[in-house]
């Protein structure tokens, strides 16, 4: 019997690592403190693990920011400007790539493939010089040994590092970040060495780059960098996840001496059967066959799941397969038993992470030929419960999703005129100035909300708490002089969250915490079933905030996209299909904003990017989709109403056609970490006519930019964009930050591109 975990999340079951990361960063405990709730939180996993039968156990998949960063640590790769001197890295230094300092900004911070995982990339070039200088892997698996327990550990393999970097700066943008290969795989022997030594028998390198579509010469860098790391007694394992894995790929590593186990994501890689029956599979490796879905929180079908895992054994061979889950359960919540409030029929239906392992376990078991009758059993009326259950079909919103096929949706007049009639009404001065919609959520709002949800305070108290704190950030905004307002959003716990709690179709969990970036967590909603609007979501919020102002007022809501991207969705129907019901759902928001007088509209699509599939061929059908329902969402309104989005942490260049296809009349978007990497597709040519906000500052650091900075960030986007088409505006939203870093930030904003309109109006 053998099982195995690729990774596990890191946060706790009640966040415990975010609570003493934010008290060490807050300079209220000590390292010390913070380490012993991060050792503490290890070993539960691994006694987890341990105790339920799981025979390879991940160690070093813990981290205390992001597991690529701690490989930046691991090879020292610091960029210059953090000062490191040498030694072993330490908590100043790692922080201060993942966060920035009062001083210096932070490395730049994208998504993780295709989840809402962010990671700190790598900024690399030829001098860098790479040096082993993070133990944290070695001493994680001293640290299991210690308490008896062997685990295998993990690190992200080299060509995958490689790939997720970037040129440093200063480096050309050509640079060829794999020709660095030769120069780290001395660190990566380093550690299989010490190891060894410390007495592993089973190293995990996460290589989740093979699932791309990769050049011929980033295989032979594989091939290299494998048969280099060979021969030091240690079984490797290399893990995918996430796709298919081309045929090629699949082909040039299954050869390779130095691999003993392949890790394929059964999931997401639907083709992985047939490929395995189509190319064969060597008999002198084991298959680490990801069964179990680390993405989603849906109870395994262990029939369906043990037939597959009975024909990849006749495939493979007799001891050969090993059950896996198809990725980290990074990705999903924790554990189902802290759920005490969720629908019981709805939560027979679920797995978290401490669930799906022991699904991993059971599966073994049942190869093994040792089924656990009783679990089948329950599992199988689980199955059967969801499928027949009424709550998860609604007739009408089938038919009103069938009525949207075959139609474009669009908005029937061009943008620039729309852009012209807008100005008339709103007659807002060039470059400008808005946030994103967001602004801080203090303690005192979080309790105001927390208690009336627990109904210990009446809806009256908190509505006019809510109202307060509205007028306030209002006040606020006319203060600094801001010209396009947002509420605030006291009223949301979450961007999507908030949404999904209004429509039917969705549930809720109460620990249900998934890490987003460091400490910072996100409560996906549950998709189980056709989702439909039942009333206004937002209007009454609006209307009170455009009330307290004569400048407009941006009515906030979540695109259809983001929604399903940043929520556990069903997966008994297309997700296209959700995306559409979603989709019409914000419609009769939008349109109720619209006839309440709000005419500045943002429906923000900050995951569009994110949910691209990795293999390129996929790419077209879900650009088509995604595109579609966004504009589905205000095809109806009046050219005189202005549709915002925005846009977060991703690699935007490669699809800036659909952006522009989106036919939104003013997108803002990341652009200040990345170093203005979104600029350069401009440069290069592409038109863009509609309004745009590359963001002029990092808002998920706690550095203020002074008004110098940001009038030059504004001064490299005017040398690329029309001036008639730029807004000044933030990366992101502020409700992460603090009023002290707010404030003086949107001071510095307000200010710089006053300093440009006078610039400007001079040169003429």
């Keep these: ?187 990566y022997k380093e550690v299989l060495g010490e190891l060894k030594a410390a007495g592993a028998t089973w190293v995990q390198f996460d290589e989740p780059s093979l699932v791309l579509d990769l050049e011929p010469y980033h295989l032979e860098a594989f091939k290299k960098a494998y048969s280099f790391l060979e021969g030091h007694g240690i079984k490797l394992v290399v893990e995918t996840y996430f796709a298919d894995i081309p045929v090629e790929t699949y082909k040039t590593i299954t050869q390779l001496k130095a691999i003993s186990a392949l890790g394929l994501d059964l999931v997401r890689g639907t083709k992985t059967l047939s490929l395995i029956k189509s190319h064969g599979f060597p008999s002198d490796k084991y298959l680490f066959a990801g069964i179990v879905d680390g993405r989603n929180i849906w109870a395994t079908d262990l029939a369906v799941a043990s037939a597959i895992l009975k024909d990849l054994e006749t495939l493979v061979g007799k001891g050969k397969v090993v059950v896996s889950t198809s990725c980290s359960l990074l990705h999903t919540a924790v554990d189902l038993v802290n759920e005490t409030k969720l629908d019981d029929e709805i939560k027979s239906w679920l797995a978290f992470a401490a669930q799906k392992v022991v699904e991993v376990v059971a599966l073994a078991k049942a190869l093994a030929g040792q089924t656990d009758q009783a679990y089948f059993a329950s599992n199988a009326a689980v199955i059967a419960s969801r499928k027949t259950s009424s709550r998860v079909n609604n007739k009408a919103v089938q038919k009103a999703v069938g009525a949207l096929k075959g139609s474009d949706h669009r908005r029937v007049t061009p943008v620039s005129v729309r852009l012209d009639e807008q100005q008339k009404k709103l007659n807002l001065p060039i470059l400008p100035t808005t946030t994103i919609g967001s602004f801080p959520q203090t303690v005192e709002l979080r309790r105001v909300r927390r208690e009336y949800k627990s109904n210990k305070i009446a809806e009256a108290e908190y509505i006019q708490s809510i109202q307060q704190e509205i007028a306030k950030v209002v006040k606020l905004q006319e203060d600094l002089d801001i010209d396009v307002l947002v509420h605030g959003e006291p009223e949301r716990n979450d961007m999507v969250e908030y949404f999904g709690e209004q429509l039917q179709g969705f549930a809720f969990t109460v620990n249900g915490w998934v890490q987003s970036y460091g400490s910072r967590c996100v409560k996906p909603p549950i998709i189980y079933g056709d989702v439909s609007r039942p009333k206004p979501m937002t209007l009454f919020w609006s ?150 906000g590359p963001g002029v500052y990092d808002i998920h650091s706690p550095r203020i930019p002074d008004t110098e900075e940001i009038a030059d960030r504004i001064g490299k986007m005017l040398a690329v964009l029309e001036t008639n088409i730029l807004w000044v505006n933030p990366d992101c939203g502020l409700k992460t930050r603090k009023y002290g870093e707010v404030v003086p930030a949107l001071t510095n904003m307000v200010a710089a591109a006053k300093f440009l309109r006078t610039e400007l109006a001079s040169a003429k």
């Design 543 to 692: 209307k009170y905030a455009q009330s307290l102002t004569n400048r407009p007022m941006k009515g906030m809501l979540t695109g259809p996209v983001t929604i399903l991207n940043w929520s556990f969705v069903r997966n008994d129907q297309p997700r296209s299909e959700t995306s559409m019901q979603i989709a019409l759902a914000i419609k009769e928001e939008v349109e109720d904003l619209e006839a309440g007088g709000i005419q500045v509209i943002q429906i923000d699509e900050a995951a569009l990017r994110e949910g691209l599939p990795l293999r390129k061929t996929e790419h077209a059908n879900y650009l088509e989709w995604a595109v579609h329902g966004f504009r589905i969402t205000n095809c109806g309104v009046k050219d005189t109403t202005q549709i915002h989005t925005h846009m977060c942490y991703s690699n935007f260049n490669d699809i800036i056609h659909s952006i522009i296809d989106m036919d939104a009349d003013v997108i803002t978007i990341e652009n200040s970490r990345s170093d203005e990497k979104l600029l350069s597709v401009f440069r290069e040519g592409v038109k863009y006519g509609a309004g745009i």
């Design 1 to 187: 019997m053998a099982s195995h975990v690729v990774g596990y999340p890191r946060m706790g079951p009640k966040r415990e690592l975010k609570f003493a990361l934010e008290s060490f960063w807050d300079g209220k405990s000590s390292e010390a403190d913070l380490q012993k709730v991060a050792k503490d939180l290890r070993i539960s996993i691994w006694k987890k693990m341990a105790d339920v039968g799981v025979k390879y156990i991940p160690s070093n998949s813990f981290s205390y920011y992001d597991q690529v960063l701690d490989t930046t640590a691991m090879v020292g790769a610091v960029p210059p400007r953090y000062g490191w001197n040498g030694g072993e890295i330490g908590f100043d230094t790692y922080f201060s790539m993942a966060r920035g300092n009062a001083k210096l900004p932070a490395m730049e911070m994208t998504k993780w493939f295709d989840t809402n995982y962010h990671y700190i990339v790598p900024e690399l070039g030829p001098e860098t010089k790479f040096k082993y200088s993070s133990h944290k892997a070695v001493d994680e698996y001293k640290e299991a040994k210690e308490i008896g327990i062997e685990t295998v550990p993990v690190i992200v393999g080299p060509l995958t590092y490689l790939l997720l970097s970037k040129p440093a700066k200063g480096v050309p943008k050509t640079f060829e970040l794999i020709s660095l290969l030769d120069s780290i795989l001395p660190v």
